[in-house]
């Protein structure tokens, strides 16, 4: 089966700023993808370049099997995606009704009655205008508009963005049900908690670049925290024996908050007979600590899980 998507070497200059640093994904028909990472770590630029809206300085990119980068394939590609940005540009002067009307010329039969459904799924008043709307209900009309095609790719960028607590649940309830109709999803956000939610398959982007990437069950079960107390902040602790293998550390004063893939408790058990460790206590790591240690850490290691062989891992430093 083809990738729904596949990036080979993506990268993106501007003058002075390196927007992506060669970036290589895959996701599989079916999977819900998202991409975590802070404001400016690259994500948008990225998702710019999936649907058309900007070519990489280098690399290549395959969405559904059609080329962004080539105008007759956009064309076709856009036809094949739905897209919600974390700012919809609608039209403020038509109502719910008129602007679903409008975009149904776009597109063949089968749109309009469609979007119907999902604008009534979400409670949308198709007499209400645009201009009208919260913010929550302005992103509401947005996916409608993406899912009213039946769209085989729904792409989001940080569609949350902005929304309170309330509206924010209602709206990843709803990408919940888009996810269970076995669409592929490409998701981009800097919200962990959504992320856990709604996602099979996570990366961590920073500063351009991957530095984790793999199924979010997969990580989650081969990946520890290993806090180890030292009696000496300056004292460098021994290179883990294989399997285990350190991905990312963070010091804080005598201790250390150690990333490792692999079995904790026996990476932990090592560090306790070392020289100056005053202790070492091992548990499993949450999404929170990983981002936090792929944006914060000392050290970062790239961790690739691929789909056929879990136990894969590609190391080297970013």
Known sequence: ???????????????????????????????????????????????RIMTGFQKPSKGTCSILGLDPTVADQVLELRKRIGYVSDSPALYDWMTIGEIGWFASSFYPEGFKDRY????????????????????????????SLALAHDPELLILDEPTSGLDPIVRREFLESMISVAATGRTVFLSSHQISEI?????????????????????????????LVTVSLSDPLIALADLPEPSRILAEITEGRQKQLIVQGDGDEAAAYWREATGVLGAQSRSASLEELFVACTRGDSIYKRVTEPSNPSTLEAGKS
């Open 116 to 143: 119907q459904e999902f604008i009534a799924r979400y409670d949308l008043p198709a007499g209400r205008k645009i201009k009208q709307l919260s913010k929550g209900q302005r992103s509401k009309v947005a996916l």
């Open 1 to 47: 089966m083809n990738d729904a998507i596949k990036i080979h070497g993506i990268e993106m200059h501007y003058r002075g700023c390196d927007a992506l640093r060669g970036i290589d994904l895959s996701v599989a028909p079916g999977t819900v993808m998202a991409i975590l990472g802070e404001n400016g770590a690259g994500k948008t630029t990225l998702i």
């Open 196 to 224: 856990e939610r709604v996602a099979d398959t996570i990366a961590i982007l920073h500063k351009g670049k991957v530095q984790l990437v793999g199924p979010l069950a997969d990580l989650k079960e081969s990946i520890a």
